[in-house]
């Protein structure tokens, strides 16, 4: 059965940083395209950034040069580099994976973790 148990801090002020953490079993994310998304009332799962075996990148605008995905294949863990957050970054956060060449859609997706509420405000 292959499990993605998700970590981290979850209220930090504006222009502050934090790092989600996704860890999983059952799986090899060294194999897979690892994505993390995001979820408010207005986007359902927008995709944030994927990153692939080959390790190329997909990055939507508003997270360029904050944001960054991280390996640590010992431990079977991903991990989400929040940087200069803004309070419109709120959300709830889900790391995925799946083998995928390319792309970065929630739909394409079968394996999720369960979701990390983050808060920026003051």
């Known amino acids: 059965e292959v499990q993605l148990v998700e970590s981290g801090v979850v209220l930090v002020q504006p222009g502050g940083s934090l790092i989600l953490a996704c860890t999983a079993s059952?799986?090899?994310?060294?194999?897979?395209?690892i994505g993390w998304f995001l979820h408010t009332p207005e986007k359902w799962r927008e995709g944030v950034l994927c990153?692939?075996?080959?390790?190329?990148?997909y990055y939507i605008d508003s997270v360029k040069g904050r944001f960054t995905i991280s390996r640590d294949n010992s431990n079977n863990t991903a991990y989400l580099l929040m940087n200069t957050l803004r309070p419109e970054n709120t959300a709830v956060y889900y790391c995925?994976?799946?083998?995928?060449?390319?792309?970065?859609?929630?739909?394409?997706?079968?394996?999720w973790g369960q979701g990390t509420q983050v808060t920026v405000s003051s």
């Open positions: 995925a994976t799946e083998k995928l060449p390319y792309g970065c859609t929630s739909g394409a997706f079968r394996f």
């Open positions: 059952g799986l090899f994310l060294d194999d897979f395209t």
């Open positions: 990153i692939h075996s080959d390790a190329s990148a």
